[in-house]
C-alpha cells in the first residue's frame, strides 16, 4: 500500500463519500472533543522500540499515559495494491503543543502516513470494538470491509477477539489493567488481532456511488 495522491479528483471523491456517510460512535460511546476534524494531515511515523505493528489504539493510550497529550482517532488513507482507495481505522498520538505523531510501527516501513481525524469514528477500549475499514474501487463503488473480509453497505463495528499472545502482548500496558482483557482471550497461537463482525454494529446506510 501507498500514500495516495492527494490532489488527484478521484482522492477527494472519496474523501467526500467518507465524509457524507453517516459514521457514528459505537453503542454507548459518545462524539469524540478533538479538533483538525476531516482534515488530510501527513502524520510522520516515529515507532517506538516498545511497540508493536496492529496495536495503534492500545500504543496511543499507553504512550498518551506516560507522555500527556491526547489519542486521536480517524482514518489512515492508502492507496492498495487492488487499485482501490481504503480508509483504515487508526490512532495517533498528538502532543501537548498539537503536533501528531504515529508511534506504531507499520509493515510498510512508511515515514508518514496521510491521516483523516473524525471524531465520529472512537474505538471502545471496554468493549473492544472498532470501525470496519472504509474501501472504493477506481469505479466510485464503496463498501465497508471488516478486517476478515467481511463486506456491509452501511456503517459497522467489529468485536475484537483476542488471542493469549494479545494478551501477553497488552498485560505490559498499565493503562489496561481495568478492563481486565486476560478474562476475554481466545485459545489462539495467532500473532494478530482477529476481529469479528459485532453483534449490535450500527446499521447506518450509505449510498452506493
Not at 476478515?148 to 456503517?155: D, I, M, R, S, V
Amino acid at each position: 500500500m501507498a500514500v495516495p495522491d492527494v490532489s488527484s479528483l478521484r482522492f477527494n471523491d472519496f474523501i467526500k463519500t467518507l465524509k457524507n456517510s453517516e459514521v457514528r460512535p459505537a453503542k454507548g460511546l459518545n462524539y469524540l472533543k478533538q479538533g483538525d476534524q476531516f482534515q488530510n494531515i501527513f502524520v510522520p511515523v516515529i515507532p517506538h522500540p516498545e511497540y508493536q505493528p496492529l496495536y495503534c489504539w492500545f500504543n496511543c493510550l499507553d504512550y498518551q499515559q506516560k507522555n500527556n497529550g491526547k489519542v486521536v482517532f480517524g482514518w489512515a488513507i492508502w492507496h492498495t495494491q487492488r487499485n482501490t482507495l481504503l480508509a483504515q481505522h487508526h490512532a495517533v498520538w498528538q502532543s501537548s503543543t498539537g503536533q501528531y505523531f504515529d508511534i506504531t510501527p507499520n509493515e510498510m516501513s512508511v515515514e508518514e502516513v496521510l491521516f483523516l481525524p473524525d471524531n465520529r469514528a472512537p474505538f471502545d477500549y471496554k468493549g473492544l470494538r472498532a470501525p470496519y475499514s472504509f474501501e472504493q474501487d477506481k469505479n466510485g463503488i464503496s463498501v465497508w470491509v471488516s478486517s476478515e473480509g467481511e463486506l456491509a453497505g452501511f456503517f459497522s463495528v467489529q468485536n475484537l477477539i483476542l488471542s493469549e499472545h494479545n494478551i501477553q502482548i497488552l498485560g505490559d500496558f498499565d493503562c489496561l489493567k481495568p478492563f481486565n482483557y486476560g478474562s476475554k482471550a481466545m485459545n489462539s497461537d495467532s500473532d494478530l488481532l482477529t476481529k469479528q463482525p459485532a453483534q449490535d454494529p450500527a446499521k447506518t446506510r450509505i449510498t452506493l456511488v
